[in-house]
């Protein structure tokens, strides 16, 4: 069986060697040249297969405790790479979104995207190629196994979102038995089929080979490299998304999702009683698992990462060591916060309120401003960085506008009974359109306009809930470019045992730029 890999740059990553091939040609008159791409071209022959009652052993790699592909794939090619980086290049811990109770429900938005280059870019880095073959019958990858390890390759086998090096297989009247990790693990039949996470999806019959292929980085290079990803993100204001019922939307991230995610927080209730409300218990309690304690465990990574670099610093180069320790400090003060804010949440979603969980709600109240806090310190990290790399400051943080006085104009007033549903509402100068999916029977949303959208700027539309259980936000706003349209999705949440009617309005308020 032969194999013909190509490996070429996204092309989001600069090519210096096309570039300069590019310039050669057009030096000799070939100009109609437009772009030019460099990679190579890997040529692999493999056995399609050993004799029946075959044995194949390799020497083991020394053990290791990582089961990340980064982590694995790095370790068997033989690259040394300090544990903080391959963490980082392994997680970019630098992503946010939206988070709050809205966001939990709100299925049009991909929670655990990965923003900023992907998995690819950290290991051209690294100076190592991989070649993934997936997707085959079982019997097949069995046979990829058996190649590889045959020529003395180690392949990487992928299981539950873990990968571990196979170092022998042993093959008997049909039955396949693998060795992962080392030599004295018990032999393992895999089963029928094998999954594994991979780009954010999952890929069936995972085997991969790892190798290093060029240059690797050095360290402290990598880490301004990640330094860079980590201010690129915070800098993104938002990313497309596709929802599945209208196709292209947008949503913060980074600073802005800071940003959102105080605001959104800041407007809840967050007394006691509303808290032990079913519904918001249930939601407390997911937003604490779900995505606190995830981010928690992001910012850590990235804390220990910078705290790292900084210690390998030259006493010389005292400024580059305080900006990576304040860096550290910013993400570890995230860190912190979530976790904070975390124990003051409700631990368990269903049945009787708990003794710790009624605790925790009487603390409820303390919780506010504690997003506040974390965005400040990201705030930090971030700035540490964008100095250490020469970058210009950082956008201002947004305030909510409904909490600081100012000319406002009530332009509508949205309501709906008790009910389960998802609608978009576009308003434009005067005339309303609401367009109803998966909607329950009976379901009523009604659309009350009190003046006309402005269609000029010096306006913003802000979103206020009186009422209600869903995620409600504003996925388009009025601009020139739109024909000044505004586009509003409201994702319901009543279940039938805690319904709530629905009550929001919409505010054109004036922007502290504004004139005439």
């Known amino acids: 069986m032969k194999a013909k890999v190509h490996v070429m740059l996204k092309r989001a990553v600069l090519d210096p060697q096309g570039s300069a091939v590019k310039e050669a040609l057009l030096r000799l008159g070939f100009d109609q040249v437009a772009d030019v791409r460099v990679g190579r071209v890997v040529e692999l022959e493999l056995d399609d297969g050993l004799s029946p009652d075959s044995l194949v052993l390799l020497e083991s790699p020394p053990p290791t405790t990582r089961t990340d592909f980064i982590g694995v794939a790095s370790h068997v090619a033989g690259i040394q790479v300090a544990r903080p980086v391959l963490d980082a290049l392994q997680t970019l811990p630098f992503g946010m979104t939206p988070i709050g109770l809205d966001a939990i429900l709100d299925d049009s938005i991909r929670l655990d995207e990965i923003y900023g280059p992907d998995l690819d870019v950290g290991l051209q880095w690294l100076g ?163 995505h606190l304690e995830p981010l928690a465990q992001q910012r850590e990574t990235a804390a220990r990462l910078f705290a790292w670099a900084a210690s390998r610093i030259a006493p010389a180069d005292d400024l580059r060591k305080g900006q990576l320790e304040e860096a550290a400090r910013g993400y570890a003060g995230v860190a912190a916060v979530m976790k904070n804010l975390s124990r003051r949440l409700p631990q368990h979603p269903w049945g009787l309120l708990q003794d710790e969980d009624g605790e925790r709600l009487l603390h409820l109240p303390s919780t506010r401003g504690m997003m506040a806090q974390a965005r400040d310190h990201e705030r930090s990290a971030v700035t540490a960085l964008a100095r250490m790399l020469g970058q210009p400051p950082l956008p201002d943080r947004r305030v909510d506008p409904l909490s600081t006085p100012g000319e406002r104009e009530r332009l509508a007033t949205i309501r709906a009974d008790g009910g389960m549903g998802v609608h978009y509402v576009t308003i434009r100068g005067e005339e309303a359109k609401v367009q109803d999916f998966e909607t329950s029977e009976g379901r009523q949303l009604q659309v009350e306009l009190h003046s006309v959208l402005p269609s000029k700027s010096g306006w913003q539309v802000e979103m206020q809930r009186l009422s209600g259980l869903g995620a409600y936000r504003v996925v388009q706003r009025p601009s020139s470019e739109n024909g000044w349209r505004l586009e509003v999705r409201i994702q319901d949440d009543n279940r039938a045992w805690s319904q709530e009617d629905v009550e929001l309005v919409l505010w054109a308020v004036r922007t502290p730029d504004a004139s005439g």
């Open 128 to 290: 190592l190629g991989y070649w993934g073959y997936y997707g085959y019958p079982s019997e097949k990858s069995h046979a990829v196994i058996r190649g590889l390890l045959s020529r003395g390759f180690v392949p990487l086998f992928g299981r539950d979102g873990e990968f571990r090096p196979v170092v022998g297989y042993r093959e008997s009247s049909g039955d396949f038995q693998m060795l992962l990790g080392d030599r004295n693990t018990p032999w393992e039949t895999p089963d029928r089929w094998w999954r594994t996470r991979w780009f954010n999806t999952t890929v069936w019959n995972p085997v991969f080979y790892a190798a290093a292929v060029g240059e690797q980085v050095p360290e402290q290079a990598l880490v301004d490299s990640l330094a860079r990803v980590a201010v690129t993100m915070a800098r993104q204001p938002e990313l497309d998304a596709e929802d599945p019922l209208r196709g292209a939307i947008t949503f913060p991230v980074g600073l802005a999702a800071w940003d959102e995610t105080v605001v959104r927080w800041e407007r809840l209730e967050l007394s006691p009683a509303w808290g032990a409300k079913g519904r918001n218990r249930q939601l407390m309690s997911w937003l604490r698992r779900r």
